[in-house]
């Protein structure tokens, strides 16, 4: 199977698969290649990879692994820049973009060599962006879906997959269209409607200031994705316009139904409304890890008096709900602090948060 893997693209993604294929491949030797040196050689301060290519050809001739995880207008460039390279015979090209089409096809042009290029796509990630950000169990229970082109590919499917064992995902298989289509309607959309929420806080934060401090837990909670890198997002939007541009439309409609509802004052209509979203919503499957954030932190906006943690600690305590790190990040205008928890488990962070905000305290998972 060889042992010379190189990632091209080392920020939350590339950081997170390389400690991840490390784990399960300890004799594997991780070469980095990042167009940004600070984040190449942050990559070997932390022991992400083991070591750093000056430059794409170098890290890829003798590869028997090449996993790209830049951001997609990248990933394509990558792609070109690879199919006039020497590569090692048998060697397999995957990538981690968030859009399988483009990609896909731009794959076409290593076509003639004699590698084998599979898509793949871990549908778990964060807001935060970067290889400071990495964790080698951040796609742990995820869905990490491959969109392999021909039948012939099964036997490197199986290489690629045990590869990349450590993710510890649940591994699964679409076409590109199909893969888009589900991608833009449960990650692409959201997105924009998060972004979209605090464009409008901030047009009506600019005439009432107050309305930024007013922001608490729901606001916080639906916007926590928009604070993610908006290169990554700008290329997801572009790569997958037919799909988004039909959902946009979709949701102006939707949204025109609920306006006539308000307008009419139509009571079943919008308690029915509210009705379906929340047992659709609670019907959600419950996974540990996948959409949702595998950072266990949680921030609590707390008045700034002397035994104001152990108030926080001791409330904790009594549910048994056990801190591995306590924080004090910052002091707002004198008046109020904000403590930084962190929690092993999800669980743990969720029956805290629910706890504290039972309690009147503003806790969120995202600053
Ligand atoms: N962040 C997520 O939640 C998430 C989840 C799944 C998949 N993805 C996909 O994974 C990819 C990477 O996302 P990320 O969150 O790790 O982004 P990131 O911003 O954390 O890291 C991207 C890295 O790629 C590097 N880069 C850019 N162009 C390059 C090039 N030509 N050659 C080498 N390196 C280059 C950047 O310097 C940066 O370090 C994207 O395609 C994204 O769509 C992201
Ligand atoms: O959890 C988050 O912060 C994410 O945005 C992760 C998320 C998602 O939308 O679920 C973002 C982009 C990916 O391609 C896959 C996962």
């Known amino acids: 199977m060889g042992k010379n893997v190189l990632i091209a693209g080392l920020g939350l993604i590339g950081g997170s698969l390389a400690l991840a294929v490390k784990k399960e491949h300890p004799e594997a030797v991780i070469t980095g290649f990042d167009v940004n040196e600070r984040v190449m050689k942050t ?3 932390l022991d ?3 070591i750093s290519a000056p430059t794409l050809s170098d890290g890829a001739k003798d590869a028997d692994l090449i996993i790209i995880a830049a951001p997609i207008r990248q990933t394509v460039a990558i792609i070109h820049d690879l199919a006039a390279l020497p590569l090692k015979e048998g060697a397999i090209i995957t990538d981690a ?8 096809e731009a794959a076409e042009a290593l076509k003639e060599r004699p590698v084998t290029f599979i898509g793949g796509h871990p549908m778990a990630g964060s807001h935060k962006s970067g290889v400071e950000a990495s964790r080698v169990r951040l796609f742990e229970n995820a869905y990490y879906i491959f ?3 021909r039948s012939e590919h099964e036997r490197t499917m199986i290489r690629l997959q045990n590869w990349l064992k450590g993710t510890k995902a649940r591994f699964i298989r679409l076409d590109p269209d199909t893969h888009d289509f589900f991608a833009g309607t449960i990650s692409h959309f959201p997105h924009i409607v998060a972004a979209g929420l605090v464009h409008q806080l901030k047009e009506e934060g600019q005439k009432e200031p107050v309305l930024n401090d007013l922001a608490a837990g729901g606001f916080r909670d639906i916007t926590r994705i928009a604070s993610a890198s908006p290169v990554m997002w700008r290329d997801i939007l572009l790569s997958n316009k037919e799909v988004l541009l039909a959902i946009i439309d979709q949701w102006q409609k939707k949204m025109h139904q609920v306006r006539s509802m308000i307008e009419e004052g139509n009571e079943d209509a919008l308690h029915s409304f509210f009705q379906t979203a929340k047992h659709t919503r609670d019907a959600l499957p419950v996974r540990k890890k996948g959409a949702i954030p595998s950072f266990y ?5 707390v008045p700034d008096h002397p035994g104001v943690i152990s108030d926080v600690t001791g409330l904790l305590a009594k549910d048994r709900i056990s ?3 306590i924080r004090i990040l910052e002091t707002r205008e004198d008046i109020t602090g904000v403590l930084r928890l962190s929690f092993r488990a999800e669980e743990d962070q969720l029956k805290a948060k629910s706890l504290l905000r039972e309690n009147l305290y503003d806790a969120y998972e995202a600053p």
């Not at 973009?97 to 896909?104: P, Q």
């Open 43 to 45: 990559a070997l301060a």
């Open 48 to 50: 992400v990879i083991d």
């Open 97 to 104: 973009g968030s859009t399988k089409k483009t990609v896909c």
């Open 147 to 149: 969109t392999p082109s």
């Open 297 to 301: 932190d949680l921030f609590v906006d």
């Open 323 to 325: 801190i591995t790190n």
